[in-house]
T-cell receptor, first 115, second 113 residues
Framework: AQTVTQSQPEMSVQEAETVTLSCTYD???????LFWYKQPPSRQMILVIR??????QNATENRFSVNFQKAAKSFSLKISDSQLGDAAMYFC????????????FGKGTKLTVNP | DVKVTQSSRYLVKRTGEKVFLECVQD?????MFWYRQDPGLGLRLIYF???????EKGDIPEGYSVSREKKERFSLILESASTNQTSMYLC????????????FGSGTQLSVL
C-alpha cells in the first residue's frame, strides 16, 4: 500500500522568508500524481500544487514550488516570501495513475508565519 | 464556482445513535469521497463512490456505511455512533480523470458523547 510521510508536524517561518515542507512517499508504481493541499483555519482544503510523476520539471505556482525527486521518492514544498495568509495545515497527497482516483494523505504539517 | 456542501458544520450525538452526514455537490461530478480527519493522523479515506449506487471501501470503513442514490448526494451513515467516531468529516468531489478539480466541503465536526 502506498504511504505518504510528512516528518515535520510543525514548522514556523518569519514573514517574507522562505520555508520548505518535507514529504516522502512509498510506492511501487511508476506513474502517479502528487499534491500539496493547504487547510487554513476555515477548514476548506485548497489545492496548492500538483505534480505528474512522468514530468521531470518541477511544478510552480507563484510563490509555491516543489522539489520533486522521483528516485528518492521525495516531494518537498517551498514557499517563498511567506505571508501571514500562508499560515495553515499543509498536507502532501499521492494518487496512483489509473484505477480508483482516491488520494492518500500524509499526516500534515502545521505552518506558523511570524510577523 | 463548484460547491460541495456539508449539511452541518458541528454535530453532537449520543453513543448508539444512528447518524447521517450529508454531502451535496452542484457540478455533476462523478467521484465523491468521505474522509475522516484527526489531529496527528491526517486525512483517512472512509468510502468513495464513482457513480450512482456504486461505492468502494476506503482505508477505514468499519463502523460506517454510505449511500449514493443521486449523483449529487453522498451520505455517510454511522449505524451506531461510538465515542471513537468523534472526528472531523470531510466530503469531496471530482470529475473522473480530473483530480486537479477535486473540491472539498468545509467539514463536519462530529462529537459523540
Amino acid at each position: 500500500a502506498q504511504t505518504v510521510t510528512q516528518s515535520q508536524p510543525e514548522m514556523s517561518v518569519q514573514e517574507a522568508e522562505t520555508v520548505t515542507l518535507s514529504c516522502t512517499y512509498d510506492t511501487s508504481e511508476s506513474d502517479y500524481y502528487l499534491f500539496w493541499y493547504k487547510q487554513p483555519p476555515s477548514r476548506q482544503m485548497i489545492l496548492v500544487i500538483r505534480q505528474e510523476a512522468y514530468k521531470q520539471q518541477n511544478a510552480t505556482e507563484n510563490r509555491f514550488s516543489v522539489n520533486f525527486q522521483k528516485a528518492a521518492k521525495s516531494f518537498s514544498l517551498k514557499i517563498s516570501d511567506s505571508q501571514l495568509g500562508d499560515a495553515a495545515m499543509y498536507f502532501c497527497a499521492y494518487r496512483a495513475q489509473g484505477g480508483s482516483e482516491k488520494l492518500v494523505f500524509g499526516k500534515g504539517t502545521k505552518l506558523t508565519v511570524n510577523p | 464556482d463548484v460547491k460541495v456542501t456539508q449539511s452541518s458544520r458541528y454535530l453532537v450525538k449520543r453513543t448508539g445513535e444512528k447518524v447521517f452526514l450529508e454531502c451535496v455537490q452542484d457540478m455533476d461530478h462523478e467521484n465523491m469521497f468521505w474522509y475522516r480527519q484527526d489531529p496527528g493522523l491526517g486525512l483517512r479515506l472512509i468510502y468513495f463512490s464513482y457513480d450512482v449506487k456504486m461505492k468502494e471501501k476506503g482505508d477505514i470503513p468499519e463502523g460506517y456505511s454510505v449511500s449514493r442514490e443521486k449523483k449529487e448526494r453522498f451520505s455517510l451513515i454511522l449505524e451506531s455512533a461510538s465515542t471513537n467516531q468523534t472526528s472531523m468529516y470531510l466530503c469531496a468531489s471530482s470529475p473522473i480523470g480530473q483530480d486537479e478539480k477535486l473540491f472539498f466541503g468545509s467539514g463536519t465536526q462530529l462529537s459523540v458523547l
